[in-house]
């Protein structure tokens, strides 16, 4: 049986496909050779979809003036394409697999460019403010989908911040078909999810555990939706050293009656190490989870603080 994986959009010709204006591709390293290896992939290329064929003559985006939205428009012939990008683009939303979990755009494209992407008004010098219409498009029917362009994956916080985001999505809605949609199967994942949500927000860990109370006895598969919603705007916001201190400091409240007093010397001495960045997460994390094994607190063992991702990802 082959394992499952997540199911990752992505912009087609970052996987090598020839697909682009010119006939070319950007395929890219690290998509095709690294995370192909633990994630599945559904390529999409807008503009092969609206029937433009390749090659095909280039478009950009413009703006009429300060009001209007953004059009797209071949650069040789001024053949507007606005109108054919838009219905393009609802078709192809419309049949996106349900399962997906994140989303990857070609950077600077006027259909997937997620941002800084060159729009024309006045004169021959486009400004860097745009978002292709496909992208557009798609992050406004799917707000709380993670999107990263290709470009940002080579920053191991901005790639390391996407995948945790891809892999929660992933996980939660795992859960809620191995569950059956039932509120112990999530009381279950959010109990393992705690640590994650607190390393990102305090506020989202807050409001997430007043959901999974359930004071207003929803029915089970309206929690689980506000849950997926509420669970991925609070893992938008990046996690920070400080907040991932606060996750430290919570976990050793579980040990402070079990640690002698050379392993709780040692360990303060880590924690205040990562503090002051001068000892890494891993460092921190790698002794945290040994005390815990150690003295047997398994209900924080498992908490997916301490793998968000599968490991072999760490410092990609
Ligand atoms: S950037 Fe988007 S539209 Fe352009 S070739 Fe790649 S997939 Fe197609």
Known sequence: MTEKKPLIGISSCLLGNEVRYNGGHKRDR??????SKWVEFHSVCP??????????????LHRANAKSGLEMITVKTGKNLTALAHKTSTRLIKNLPNEICGYIFKKDSPSCGLERVKVYSKGPVPERVGRGLYAEALCSEFSHLPVIEEGRLSDPDQ???FLTQVFALWRLRESFAKSKASMAGLQEIHRRSKYLVL?????????????????????AKVVWAQYEILLMQSLKTPSTVKKRVNVLQHSLGFLKDRLDSKEKRSVLKVFERYAAEKTSWDAAKTLLLHLLEKHEVHYLIDQ????????????A
Not at 305 to 312: G, H, R
């Open 30 to 35: 690290f998509v095709t050779d690294q995370l």
């Open 47 to 60: 503009e092969l979809e609206m029937g433009l064929g390749v090659p095909r003559e280039a478009v950009n």
């Open 159 to 161: 790639c390391e911040h």
């Open 199 to 219: 390393s990102h927000t305090t506020v989202g860990y807050s409001r997430l555990g007043r959901l999974v109370g359930n004071a207003e006895k929803l029915s």
């Open 304 to 315: 997916f603080v301490f793998e968000p991702f599968p490991e072999e990802f760490s410092g």
